[in-house]
């Protein structure tokens, strides 16, 4: 079993920037492709970011492509996402989640963190 806690969130104004973690535990992140995933209040759940291994390909949303970076960090056995000139519609409950491929789509991961909010004010 992966338990995943996330942290880094909160409020910052339109064109800040903030990173969040997810640090696992139960097993090594290596073994897993990574996903960021977010939620808007009355939205279904949005893909963000994935990334199949150490090194290999990352998928941005077209909505996030070039500010914000997946990355992760398996020696820390912890995922991040680096959050770049923020807008108030990235206001929303983040998610990182780990499962066997580099899915676009939620239920194509088996653990999930907590979620953590970011609030953007304009």
């Known amino acids: 079993q992966v338990q995943l806690v996330d942290s880094g969130g909160g409020l910052v104004q339109a064109g800040d920037s903030l990173r969040l973690s997810c640090v696992a535990s139960?097993?090594?992140?290596?073994?897993?492709?990574m996903g960021w995933f977010r939620q808007a209040p009355g939205k279904e759940r949005e893909f963000v970011a994935s990334n199949r291994w150490a090194g290999g390909r990352t998928r941005y949303s077209e909505s996030v492509k070039g500010r914000f970076t997946a990355s992760r960090d398996n020696a820390q056995n912890t995922v991040y996402l680096q959050m770049n000139n923020l807008r108030p519609e990235d206001t929303a409950v983040y998610y990182c989640?780990?499962?066997?491929?580099?899915?676009?789509?939620?239920?194509?991961?088996?653990?999930w963190g907590q979620g953590i909010q970011v609030t953007v004010s304009s």
């Open positions: 139960g097993r090594t992140i290596s073994l897993y492709a």
């Open positions: 989640a780990l499962g066997s491929s580099d899915s676009d789509t939620p239920r194509g991961y088996d653990y």
